[in-house]
């Protein structure tokens, strides 16, 4: 399957695995863009830009393939070592990054003197558009299913994919609710060049997480998931547990007087105890409603040809034979 993103990143499949904290190691970046598809090392994970110099330098000895880097622009007041970052990106040889959060007008010009290529990821159109309009090759348009942050505007990628198509000129793919070749159709459908998943690749043979996260997953359906930090306007999508009951029992107590710091304990630092230590109850963390399609943890190579067979068997056989 050739389209716009698979021409872009020059990859097999048009099949993106967005940065995940804490998940998206070498292993699976590697085990991705080797599957055909375009694995992405998460940049802030590596907790200094010496870390993630060696990630990448990791990632290069298991593929010969591209891979990219996430780079999330975290609404904090002590921001991460951005330029220093963007060095060991350039350093690593990385041509593409994912970027998030807020737009990344400031570094584009650092970005692209290097020769790479932008896509950002965002849950707005008014925001595909900004970053269309400062040079970005590419968006990846998160609807309000999405594990993680999906803004606060609240449209399912059943309306805010088409409008994306109607109003941006760089190509986009599909993320939030991805997980198998009828996402893949629909998304083509939609006006969509691919498709992003998170979620989905947790649940997968190489990701270097502890098993019991990946059995959270496959053990809840699409109604597990709920919202959390509204209040604060940084919305996050997680998988439901005991951490999260507290958390939205303190939202519901404090209403709009709640502070970051009333929540620090479900919050901060829980990601290495949960994805690597398997104590999936520490805290919230991201998980798309798509876990309710969820049932087997297969190899990224089997993942990524069985949603790419799925696909093109619903194009040509069963969507051509209702014309
Ligand atoms: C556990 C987890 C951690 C995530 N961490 C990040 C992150 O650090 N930066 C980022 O840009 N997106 C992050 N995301 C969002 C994903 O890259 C992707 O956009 C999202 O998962 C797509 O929705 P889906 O889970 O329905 O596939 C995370 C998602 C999950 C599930």
Redesign the pocket.
Known sequence: MKTQITKLFNIQHPIIQ???????FAELASAVSNAGGLG?I?G??QKTPENLLKEIERCHKLTDKPFGV?L?FLPTVAAPDYPGFIKAIIDGGITIV?T??RNPQEYMPLLKDAGIKVIH?CTSVRHALKAESIGCDAV?V?GF?????PGEDDIPNMVLLPCAADKLKIPFVA?????DGRSLAAALALGAEGI???????ATQEAPVHENVKQAILSASERDTRLVMRPLRNTERVLNNSAVESLLNKEARLGKDIKFEDIIDEVVGVYPKI?TDGDVEKGV??????AGLIHDIPTCQTLIERIVTEAENIIKDRLSALL
Request: aromatic letters at 6%.
């Open positions: 967005g940065g995940m904290h804490y998940v998206g992405i998460t802030l994970t996430n999330t994912e998030a959060g990821k990846s998160d299913e999405c594990g993680g942050h993320s939030g609710g991805m997980a992003n998943m998170g979620t989905r690749f947790i994805m963390w991201s998980c798309g409603m798509v």
